[in-house]
């Protein structure tokens, strides 16, 4: 594969990953499959894809995010303070990665210390995860790096970024309404269009997201 090959499987892996970044959102706050076992097997073939396991996502959005907006938890756009707007955008995803990567161990941990059903998920999530990593690495370190460990940074990248497009400049929630009919659905900014709502799953309608964030994505419009 030459240099040019290389950079254009690149670019479509870097939208299918952001792809799949938002498949691993709308999954872990809808169950895709009703039956838990298929289920379970559903998380952690989605985990090997996405390169990470999905488990830890509730910590950080579900648990955190959705419930206090704005209001100091960790996507709180208001902690980017540039002048220049760009720099808040670019370097938004850069600045909280450490508060995620904080969430998500004090989770894992207090799941590993009751020995608890999702701990052990999560354990075979992070094995599929960076197992096929591994195994991508090892048959050829170069191109896993160009189509595979790159495209996944920026698609994480991506989907953590919508927040400041979402969220930044909107009214605050009132603590303890962050869902159903009372939130303040100017707590949270819509884009219409459908390009970014098929790249999304419909993610574009985020208050509605808010309000009904166990609703299945295809309900949103």
């Not at 704005?70 to 707007?85: A, E, F, I, P, V």
């Not at 995803?93 to 995620?100: A, E, Q, R």
């Not at 170069?142 to 400041?164: E, Q, S």
């Amino acid at each position: 594969m030459n240099v040019a090959a290389c950079l254009f499987a690149g670019l479509v892996q870097c939208l299918a990953s952001f792809y799949v970044m938002t498949m691993v959102h709308n999954a872990m706050h809808c169950d895709v499959f009703k039956h838990p076992v298929v289920e379970t097997v559903w998380r952690v073939i989605l985990s090997a894809v996405a390169g990470v396991p999905v488990e830890a996502y509730r910590p950080t959005h579900n648990l955190n995010h959705h419930v206090y907006t704005q209001h100091g938890d960790h996507l709180d756009t208001k902690q980017m303070k540039y002048n220049w707007h760009f720099l808040n955008l670019v370097l938004f995803f850069p600045t909280v990665y450490p508060k995620i990567t904080k969430l998500e161990n004090e989770y894992i941990g207090k799941e590993f210390s009751k020995l608890s059903k999702t701990f052990f998920l999560w354990l075979a999530q992070l094995v599929a995860a960076h197992g096929v990593t591994v195994c991508l690495l090892y048959i050829n370190w170069r191109r896993t790096l160009c189509v595979w460990v790159v495209p996944y940074i920026i698609g994480a990248d991506g989907i953590v970024t919508m927040n400041m497009l979402q969220h930044d400049g909107t009214e605050d929630i009132a603590l303890g309404e962050h869902k159903g009919p009372n939130l303040n659905v100017n707590s949270a900014r819509n884009f219409t269009g459908p390009v970014i709502n098929y790249l999304t799953c419909n993610n574009g309608y985020h208050a509605i997201h808010h309000m009904y964030s166990n609703m299945h994505w295809t309900q949103y419009p």
